[in-house]
Each structure stands twice: as C-alpha cells, then as structure tokens.
C-alpha cells in the first residue's frame, strides 16, 4: 500500500493514489503542519498495488523533449490586467472552452481554501485567473477529468508540475483530446498557516473578507503586491501583516516538505506547456515592456505547438531562447529552494503566537523597507516606483 511505498517527506499531496483506489480506501488527511497525506483504510485494502502503480514520486522517469519558449501577452487588457503575468492561460483556456472543452484549475472556495475544480463556461475562467499561493486540495479531479476525456470532451488541466504528473500517472495512457499545463513553482506553501493568516485579518478587520489578490498590479507589474478586499468595500495594500504570509513563503519558512528536494524541477516535462512570469521581457522585445504583465510559456509537445498556433490571433509574442529565460526569470523552474532552519520552529510556534508575533521573531523587516512599504502608493503616484525597484536588485 502507498503509505509503506514512499517516505512521508517525498510524498507531494498529489491524490493520484486517492483517485485509482477501486475501494475509496484512501483519504488525503491533514498533518500537524496542514498538508494532506494519503492514509490506508487497511479493513477495506485489497492489496491491489494501484495506489503505488500511479504514485509519480515511486515510478518518476525523466523525458527529452525539444522545448520551445516564447514570451505572450494576451490582447484582452482587462483580463491582463486581472490575471498574475500576461493572461497566456485564459487564452488557452478561452479556446479550449470554445471547442465546448473543460478547463480544470485551482480555484478560491467561498471561505477562501484552495481547490481544484472544473469550468465550461467562459465567464467562470476569473476563478483560475491569479496566482494561489496555497497547495490546491485536489480531491477527485482527477476521476472528473477521466471521465470528460472517454466521453471525448477537450480537457484543459493546469497545475503544479507534481500534480500533472500524477494525473499523467492516474490516466495511464495518452489521450489526444488531454492538454495539460505546469506552471514554474518555487513550492507550495501550508493551507493551515493560510487559514490562521485569513482569520488574523478577518479579526483585525472586523469585516469579512471578500477577495484574494497575491499579485495585485494597483502599482503595476514589477510592483505587484498582496491585496486584500473586505465586504465593508476597503481594500488592503499595504502593512507588514498583510506581507506576512508570501514573506514566510519566500524566507522558506512553510513549504511542504516535499518541495525542498522536488524530482520535478527540470526543463522537459511531461505536460505540454509550462507557464512562468516573464519579467525581463526588455531583454527578448522591448515593445512589449509596458509592465502591466507578460507570461513565459514553454512548449513540451506538439499538442501544445498546436494550441500556441491556434491562440497567436489573441496574443502578442516574442520567440525567446529557453536557457535564457529559464536564467532571467525562470531559475526555480530547476532550483529547489533550501530548507529554512527554523522551519519546525516556525511551525511548532505557529500554535500559540500572533501573526504579528511570528512576524517579528521570523520575519524582522528594517526601517528603511518599513519606511518604503508605507511610501509606496507615492512612489507610484510619482512615476518613480518601477525605477526604486529596478535600482534596488
């Protein structure tokens, strides 16, 4: 059974092994730290070995493929303006949807959670639309996606590299009507710690909060920055609480355990298309730095060259060279992040001390970055911003 068949700390949340049990004898139960593991029911486990056939860390095998890369913005400015980077995946989605397909991604739950869920309409793509900063529960989307795909319905599946390739794993065979994008992640950081972050501003705010933004372009896109927006109409851009959770993020402080040695990092993929900020676009085309978001989309397949062709009406791109921009932006594409050293503290004390209180014994900011976090509406107002940011790499 899969819990004797890999190390807890390998173990990627996937749900691959939830999906093929032929007796629901697997649930994905939360740790101490806030992810799901898979745990055997061992009354109604036959032995059947299906869980440990489509696990992808136990039976992982590396691809040569011929990646391309090219650097897109959709043509659609509000959907650019709403999406993280340049919209490259609503523009894919918008065609799948068009040929009556399904698209699949990571979506906010009404309390905020992160899941995987499924869409046929155009106007729900907003839901996709963002970076989530939070491991996506994955559930039975797999199971959802098989079932659309043998009846011969287009299915667009996006997650991250370690999720695809356990539905890759669950599906076990090629299906032509199957497109599926990764993303370049650094890692998937605790939904428990993002549930204890939302309440710490639902009680300081004494409203509720209405909307997520992890990449707010109010100051544009080299500037992006976390958002909140309560039902009370007030938004929040600023404050070194609201910062708190992508700083724990990026101090590598609440990542799964998994993602600090990921099998997955590398440049071929199994997926046919990878998706990353492309920040340095100045250095493939100038013309196209307008900092309001442009998306590096690498191509894996030959299904994914064909979708590239079939949405270049609704897009401007560039042909960029793949080492350089895995160099410029996309480093983590191949770069687990290390492990922080008070990582288990951090976790041990997230049990008992504020946010704020986390924040100052974990996270301790100087003056002058305090000081610059308050001017920064100014800053923008000013035109100076994106020349501050640019000066201070």
């Not at 740790?31 to 109604?44: H, M």
């Not at 978001?293 to 791109?317: A, V, Y």
């Not at 504020?354 to 107002?381: C, D, G, H, M, V």
Request: charged fraction near 25%; include cysteine.
């Amino acid at each position: 059974m899969i819990e004797s068949a890999i190390e807890k700390k390998d173990c990627t949340g996937c749900s691959a092994c939830l999906n093929v049990c032929p007796n629901s004898s697997i649930n994905m139960i939360e740790d101490n730290e806030g992810f799901l593991y898979p745990t055997v029911t061992k009354a109604s486990c036959t032995n059947c070995g299906k869980c440990i056939r489509v696990c992808p860390v136990v039976n992982y095998n590396k691809i040569e493929e011929n990646t391309q890369a090219f650097a897109v913005q959709i043509l659609d400015e509000r959907i650019r303006t709403e999406s993280t980077s340049g919209g490259a995946f609503t523009a894919i989605a918008s065609l799948i949807l068009s040929k009556n397909g399904v698209v699949f991604g990571a979506s906010f739950s009404t309390v905020h959670n992160v899941v995987h869920t499924y869409v046929e309409k155009e106007e729900d793509l907003i839901k996709f639309r963002g970076s989530k900063y939070v491991q996506s529960t994955i559930g039975l989307s797999f199971m959802q996606a098989k079932e659309f795909l043998v009846a011969g319905k287009l299915v667009c599946f996006s997650g991250t590299p370690c999720q695809i390739e356990g539905l890759l794993k669950y599906l076990g065979k090629i299906y032509s009507n199957l497109i599926t994008i990764d993303f370049v992640c650094r890692g998937v950081p605790s939904p428990k710690i993002w549930r204890t972050y939302l309440d710490f501003h639902v009680q300081k705010a004494k409203n509720e909060i209405t909307s997520v933004h992890f990449r707010n372009k109010r100051f544009g896109y080299s500037a992006s920055t976390m958002a909140l927006h309560f039902k009370n109409r007030k938004w929040l851009y600023n404050g070194s609480d609201l910062q708190f959770y992508k700083r724990a993020f990026f101090y590598n402080l609440i990542s799964r355990p998994s993602c600090h040695n990921c099998q997955f990092k590398t440049i071929e993929r199994k997926s046919d298309l990878t998706l990353f900020d492309c920040w340095q676009i100045k250095e493939f085309d100038r013309d196209m730095d307008d900092d309001k978001g442009t998306t590096m989309m690498l191509i894996h397949s030959e299904n994914g060259l064909r979708i590239f062709n079939q949405i270049k009406p609704k897009i401007r791109f560039c042909k960029a060279d793949v080492n350089e921009a895995i160099r410029l932006d996309g480093k983590m594409a191949l770069k687990c992040p290390p492990v922080n050293s008070r990582r288990k503290e951090f976790f041990e004390d997230s049990e008992m001390l504020s946010i704020n209180q986390l924040a100052k014994r974990y996270l301790p900011q100087s003056a002058t970055k305090r000081i610059f976090e308050i001017l920064r509406p100014l800053f923008y107002n000013l035109g100076l911003l994106k020349k501050i940011l640019q000066f201070s790499k």
